[in-house]
């Protein structure tokens, strides 16, 4: 299902400032800040302000159309969503990001934890990192230069 039938699903409306931040995050390969988003639109001539953006991505977080990834240095970004279980795995040269399907079987990991901490879990986050294949050519093509 497209992100706009998502939205109109949900009782939402496209506006313009959820058009414009779901168009950009849909053709970035890397997370984006709310402010990169806004510069970016700003550069191109869109004249969407600071505020605007943060609402369009907190609705947008809301419904699952967009998510949060950690960069390797613990700042945060912005990348499209994907529908149902899914987690991310982002390039740590790069930090462009993919989606893949959550078909992990946590379970025996979480039995254990409740069993230590007595916490009944609900919720998980995972996000992998690693060497995208582009990267992994041009660090191959450093070495080989050497
Ligand atoms: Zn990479
Ligand atoms: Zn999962």
Known sequence: ???????????????????????????????????????????????????SVY??????????????????DGSSGYVAGSVGHHHHILCKKCHRTITFAGSEDLSDLI????????????DHLLQLYGICPDCQKILADILEEN
């Open 55 to 72: 609402r369009a991505l907190e609705l947008l977080a809301e419904l699952g159309l967009v998510c949060v990834v950690y960069n390797p």
């Open 111 to 122: 039995r254990r934890v409740e069993a230590e901490t007595k916490f009944r879990v609900s």
């Open 1 to 51: 299902m497209s992100w706009q039938k998502e939205l109109s699903n949900k009782g939402y409306r496209v506006s313009e400032p959820r058009r414009l931040v779901m168009g950009l995050l849909a053709e970035s390969a890397q997370p984006m800040t709310p402010l990169e988003i806004y510069q970016e639109l700003s550069q191109s001539g869109q004249n969407l302000g600071m505020a």
